[in-house]
């Protein structure tokens, strides 16, 4: 049972990979529509509105320009190197989807088709070691462009990603004290009976949320590319399609960590009174799967709202909130979720 | 010391409290304040649908002017390209032949005119200098052109049509 792999799992996976990957590029594709309609809306502007009905074709329009555009390697680049930090980027960025359970199952002829790649029983730890290998990409493109502006940007962003990375870790230890589980599956698995975990956890989802626009660099703590000082930071010397994978790849960091925080804290692909409903069990499926995505679209508005709304930190400041506030809040959100948990059996 | 208006703020410059240091209040109120924005009205004009009204006294593209019989009324004295400070403004004068009254109201017109837009830089003082009240600025700017050599303006581009079409001014013609 365990080692029977058939044809039609394969062909299962496959397509569902090719789906999940369609879809958080597609998404991705729109985020970018949504950022820059949202932004403007909030600016009192009107946005995009020339290519096609209310600017729908924009991205689309932006791709076509990125490809077109002049590639330029400098001359003093590693040229090697220079061409792997996007390459990198983008896969880390894509590779996280994997463990995210997008829906429970669904019966098809005879099958049961599960709606996640991939049940790693480690899978949020998967997802903590992909998020770190993104920085890589970063690192190994900012070093490669051989420039000032991007190293100081590289520099900067790995500094940022290694302290954020640690708060975020303590605040989801807390978590995982009350989950037991280190799979995705089971913790979604456990909040569609009972409450959603942000209930037992409001000061470790603030604290992840915080972090995890650390690690998307976007603003307030876009210090990586922070462009009134340091050009564009590390994608300065990038042009064309590379930079292109730059920017689409945090557009999907954005859309995976929606993803992770709603898998996490508000359910997943449960929804309230999904158990009163009778419909058949593949239509709950799908209402799951809708359910799952308009919490993450919530999300993807929150990331845009706030980055139009608060200011970038300084640099000392970020550091300064990231080692000497959030760390300590954490610790403590982990002793007091430790005391509450101990405290039934005394 | 009095201040010019009574709009001056005192900085606050005392250290920040706790509530200020988690910086979470101020970030909910701006939060809120973005979203209300969502929903104003936008200040855009969709441009080549929709366009801003300007002022009666808006300074835009030049207009040579004619008379009441449809004469030219430049004399090409050159009073508005020594006022212009961009230095904007050419013209080469030419002589009225006899029969030629009907296009020039004097004896001396400009035989070529030209202004380059991209060196003017809407000022007004030609519309000042004039003495012939020949040169005007109307309500609309130069479109924007391909070629450099596109906003260089002829006398056929500034000269208001004569007759004037259906009653219409030159300043809603352009």
């Known amino acids: ?346 | 010391m009095e201040t010019l208006t009574n709009r001056a703020k005192p900085v606050d410059r005392r250290p920040m409290n706790f509530w200020e240091k988690i910086y979470l209040p101020a970030v909910i109120k701006g939060l809120g304040i973005t979203f209300r924005h969502l929903f104003k009205k936008k200040a855009t004009y969709n441009f080549p649908e929709q366009k801003r009204p300007f002022s009666p006294v808006f300074r835009g593209l030049h207009i040579l002017n004619r008379d009441e019989e449809g004469r030219e009324r430049c004399t090409a004295c050159g009073l508005c390209a020594v006022a212009c400070p961009a230095e904007a403004i050419t013209m080469e004068a030419a002589e009225r032949k006899p029969g030629e009254e009907h296009l020039y109201r004097e004896e001396k017109y400009a035989a070529r005119y030209e202004i380059n837009m991209l060196r003017c830089i809407f000022c007004g003082f030609c519309e000042e200098a004039c003495p012939k009240d020949a040169i005007y600025l109307t309500e609309t700017f130069a479109p924007a052109n391909y070629q450099r050599k596109g906003f260089i303006y002829g006398k056929e581009d500034l000269l208001i049509p004569f007759p004037p079409i259906e009653n219409q001014s030159a300043t809603e013609k352009l």
């Open chain 1, 1 to 346: 049972m365990f080692l029977e792999i058939s044809a039609f799992l394969v062909i299962e996976k496959l397509i569902l990979v090719a789906a999940i990957l369609g879809i958080s590029l597609f998404i991705a594709m729109y985020s970018t529509y949504a950022e820059r309609k949202l932004a403007a809306f909030i600016q009192d502007r009107r946005g995009p509105n020339r290519a096609g009905i209310f600017g729908i074709l924009q991205p689309l329009a932006d791709g076509g320009k990125l490809f077109f555009k002049e590639e330029i390697i400098p001359e003093y680049a590693n040229k090697f190197l220079f061409i792997l930090g996007p390459a990198l980027f983008m896969i880390t960025a894509c590779m996280t989807s994997a463990v995210v359970p997008w829906g429970s199952t669904l019966h098809i002829a005879g099958r049961d088709i599960s709606l996640q790649v991939a049940d790693v029983n480690i899978g949020i730890l998967y997802v903590f070691g992909v998020v770190s290998l993104g920085v890589y990409g970063i690192m190994i493109g900012g070093w490669a462009s051989n420039n000032k502006y991007s190293l100081l940007g590289t520099i900067r962003a790995a500094s940022q990603i290694i302290s954020y990375e640690l708060a975020m870790g303590l605040s989801l230890i807390a978590l995982l004290m009350i989950t037991g589980s280190l799979s995705l599956k089971d913790i979604v698995e456990q909040q569609s009976h009972g409450v959603w975990y942000i209930v037992y956890q409001p000061i470790g989802f603030l604290i992840f949320l915080v972090c995890a626009f650390a690690e998307c660099n976007r603003t307030p703590f876009d210090l990586a590319e922070c462009d009134s000082e340091l050009v564009m930071g590390f994608h300065t010397e990038y042009s064309s399609m590379k930079l292109g994978f730059y920017l689409f790849a945090e557009y999907i960091n954005m859309f995976i960590s929606s993803a992770v925080m709603v898998t996490l804290y508000f359910g997943g692909y449960n929804f309230p009174g999904m158990h009163s409903l009778h419909v058949s069990p593949n239509m709950l499926t799908i209402l799951g799967v809708i359910a799952f995505f308009i919490k993450i679209f919530i999300f993807l508005f929150f990331f845009i709202w706030v980055r139009w709304t608060v200011p970038r930190f300084r640099y000392d400041q970020l550091m300064k909130l990231g080692w000497k506030m959030l760390i300590p809040l954490a610790i403590l959100n982990l002793l007091i979720t430790g005391a509450l948990m101990l405290y039934p059996h005394h």
